[in-house]
């Protein structure tokens, strides 16, 4: 897709929901993390996020975001209401974003 980000890509989440675990106010940082996220995929197909071997593959993901956007130009989600259904798991945060 050619995307290009920066070095500081933060998730956000408040009163969300990641797989049955409540998030309060955490954040990955993506930097800390070692990830690449120009080469980093997620795979929706097998509902996990592999932090050793990152990826996104949108082979049959299914995202909702009510009222969001997702640009992978910038590496931007803004779900204000939405929801990204990995198969069998859920992401639920009403307030989540991710940031450059």
Known sequence: MGTEVGKSEKIACTKGVFEGRTWAESRINFSEAGINLSEA??????????????????????ISCSEGRINLYEA???CPEGRINLCE????CPEARITD
């Open 41 to 62: 995929r997620i795979n929706f197909y097998e509902p996990r996020i592999n932090l050793y071997e990152p990826r996104i593959n949108l082979y049959e993901p299914r």
């Open 76 to 78: 931007r989600i803004s």
């Open 89 to 92: 798991s859920r992401i639920s």
